[in-house]
């Protein structure tokens, strides 16, 4: 899908002289003026893959597999009908937030038609085109958004810093996991201080007010572990990534909501068929790939679900760590077409906005503790 061109209402960017020290989150506090700020990290479906629509088709052949075709059926389309209603919207009929922010990518963020633009550096008002593969779709930020935006009275920021095909256990290992740390682990911390930097740029008026508060981190990764021994540490490196960035942001009742890996729906059968199939189409015996590789990847993905699970019964972590749950929003390519794999759940747009939804859900359970 070719990139849309947004209109906006004029804003006016002025720059903060104060203020902009990071505070903890009280959580009966929706309005006290100021910026809430929420990040989204993990790998490739936190990144996005979720398919907005297929050009070549009308908006009546869209199929479900898209999120026009799933927002202008009939039996959704009330459901969905805000996605598509407002003043502020895309050219192409995507409403956008005028109170919910995301900014992607390092910086400069250089404007599309200037030199250097770069389609992953960008901000603006939270929609759609913030996903994966050049920014060409949508992620759970624009579900997690909405529940926020609609949660709070204030402005609310998404800092989104994913990466695709990264594991916890190498590339976003924490520091108190010991070895050496993951290379995307100070990239977390980077991408917060340039937004905070640059809170002036991303938030309309923002001298008008007292600052902001770093309230919560969304995480969504795990198919990079499914191995024996990075399933095995997964829920100590889960554990230590989320103290560490409460130690280095200095916000230690940081909220935490963890995305529970669901692809293949709940157990082992559709991911055991999909294995199957994977080796038939090779031309390998199955017994022989089972033993080899598939048994691994079956007992690492429950490994690694039972600790994103787990991860919330850590004493500390009882009242501000929680999983969102997705393994119910498991859309089978065969049944609900999609073009894209299953480690990005067919690229089905029902399954991101559910994820995202049941992600910003968990978010607000922690926000009325």
């Known amino acids: 899908m070719s990139r849309v061109r947004i209109f906006l209402i004029p804003l006016f960017w002025v720059v903060c002289f104060g203020g902009c020290q990071l505070r903890n989150h009280d959580s009966a506090s929706r309005a006290n003026g100021k910026v809430k700020v929420f990040i989204l990290s993990g790998q490739s479906n936190m990144t996005g893959r979720g398919t907005l629509s297929y050009n070549h ?16 059926s009939p039996e959704h389309r009330e459901k969905y009908a805000f996605l ?18 995301i900014t992607t990518g390092e910086w400069p963020h250089v404007k599309k038609g200037e030199e250097g633009y770069d389609p992953g550096k960008k901000h603006g008002p939270l ?28 402005p609310v920021l998404l800092v989104k810093v994913a990466f695709g095909n990264n594991g916890l256990a190498r590339h976003f290992r924490p520091p108190s996991s010991g070895g050496e740390t993951g290379p995307r682990y100070p990239m977390i ?18 001298s008008d007010r007292p600052g902001y508060e770093l309230v919560g981190f969304f995480w969504n990764q795990g198919l990079s572990d499914l191995s024996y021994k990075s399933s095995g540490e ?3 490196n889960l554990e230590n990534l989320i103290k560490d960035l409460r130690k280095d942001l200095k916000t230690p009742q940081l909220k935490v909501s963890v995305a529970i890996t669901g692809n293949w729906g709940w157990g082992k059968k559709n991911y055991r068929e999909h294995l199957e199939e994977y080796a038939t189409g090779r031309k390998i015996p199955i017994e ?5 590789r598939g048994d691994e990847f079956l007992d690492s993905l429950i490994a690694v679900r039972r600790a994103q699970e787990s991860v919330a019964e850590i004493p500390a972590f009882r009242r501000n760590v929680n999983y969102a749950e997705t393994r119910d929003f498991w859309r089978p390519g065969k049944e609900f077409g999609g073009h894209g794999t299953w480690q990005h759940w067919s ?9 995202g939804d049941s992600m910003g859900k968990a978010m607000l359970r922690l926000l009325s503790l």
Do not use: C
């Open 347 to 355: 690229a089905n747009a029902e399954s991101y906005w559910l994820i």
């Open 57 to 72: 088709l009308s908006v009546e052949k869209q199929p479900r597999s898209t999120l026009l075709g799933l927002a202008t």
């Open 189 to 206: 911390l980077k991408a917060v201080e340039d937004a905070l930097k640059h809170l002036p740029e991303l938030i309309p008026n923002y």
């Open 288 to 292: 022989k790939f089972m033993k080899d």
């Open 84 to 101: 598509r209603e407002g003043e502020l919207r895309t050219e192409d009929g995507w409403r956008l937030r005028d109170d919910v922010f």
């Open 234 to 236: 997964y829920k100590v």
């Open 127 to 154: 929609g759609p085109y913030f996903g994966g593969r050049g920014n060409r779709g949508f992620g759970p930020e624009w579900a997690i958004g909405h529940h926020l935006g609609d949660y709070y009275e204030d």
